[in-house]
């Protein structure tokens, strides 16, 4: 059984919303050693923790049991909230094994094709996305992989990614070099993903999404252990909508709230969500941008 560790990278302010309580620390504990117990015999093998490290709105880089880096919907160079030295320095990313996006809205997709690009790193995404993409010119079609929802990749070892439903748009914005305008081009459906790790440990990233019903399938179907929720508003649930979906459907051991605090449309607090999920066993953990946590 692994304990969790709750650490904070040197771009977080201690003493921030996170606060790592005995009780909190055995509660979590507690609920991973449970999900090992379930988890393929090849799969507790695999030694290490998971790292979560949260850039701002939607953005987070995994390091899996296993020592690999996800990077998803990686909105850095144009973040309000990217914490140094992400903001300028693309490389600062080190190496990534494996690049997801949500869908093709501006914080979502931000800067993933030009990591894809410099790290000849491929980039999964839903497969109408990926397509404009690679016609318009902006991703080379070597480093573009199309699926869908309830499609599932092995991107590496060990590692497993299916699609799932998210209740949201996507859209392509594209400056035309010949014209020097913006065009606008459809790109598919929104999508979520559960990211099974070596050790079987799942999260749920749910991009952009408002509620819909299946989000109990989802959850009877696939387990999360964790499950990265938005709480904005306007663009996708608000706190109380959220905290429903969680209390009603999902039973999760472990919930955080993202895709707030980056848009003055998006007023949806992790304080809100926080009030609005009290009563229930779910843990929610309230990540500030920069901040990493380890399980």
Do not use: C
Request: glycine share 10%; charged share 15%.
């Amino acid at each position: 059984m692994r304990a969790i560790q709750h650490t904070f990278s040197t771009a977080a302010k201690a003493g921030s919303h996170l606060t790592a309580s005995l009780g909190l620390a055995l509660s979590l504990t507690l609920g991973l050693g449970m999900a090992s117990l379930h988890a393929p015999a090849q799969a507790q093998a695999v030694s290490g923790k998971t790292e979560l490290y949260w850039f701002g709105q939607a953005g987070f880089k995994i390091k899996s049991p296993g020592g690999k880096t996800i990077v998803i919907d990686p909105w850095l160079t144009g973040g309000p909230k990217t914490p140094a030295p992400y903001k300028t320095d693309l490389s600062a990313l080190g190496k990534v094994d494996l690049l997801l996006v949500t869908h093709a809205h501006v914080d979502h997709i931000g800067d993933a094709p030009a990591i894809a690009k410099a790290q000849n790193t491929m980039l999964y995404g839903p497969a109408d996305m990926v397509t404009p993409l690679i016609t318009l010119g902006i991703l080379p079609a070597n480093l573009g992989h199309r699926f869908n929802k309830t499609g599932h990749v092995n991107p590496l070892p060990g590692i497993k990614v299916t699609a799932v439903q998210a209740e949201h748009s996507s859209l392509l914005v594209h400056n035309n070099p010949a014209t020097g305008k913006n065009e606008s081009h459809p790109a598919g459906e929104a999508v979520g993903y559960i990211i099974q790790l070596e050790n079987g440990f799942k999260i749920w990233h749910m991009g952009d999404t408002g509620l819909f019903g299946d989000m109990k399938f989802i959850y009877d179907r696939y387990k999360p252990d964790l499950v990265l929720i938005p709480i904005g508003g306007n663009f996708t649930m608000d706190p109380e909508d959220a905290a429903w979906g969680m209390k009603n459907w999902i039973p999760a051991k472990m919930v955080i709230p993202i895709h707030h605090g980056s848009n003055p449309l998006a007023k949806g607090t992790a304080a809100e969500f926080v009030e609005a999920m009290k009563g229930s066993s779910t843990k929610v953990i309230v990540m500030t941008e920069g901040q990493t946590l380890e399980f």
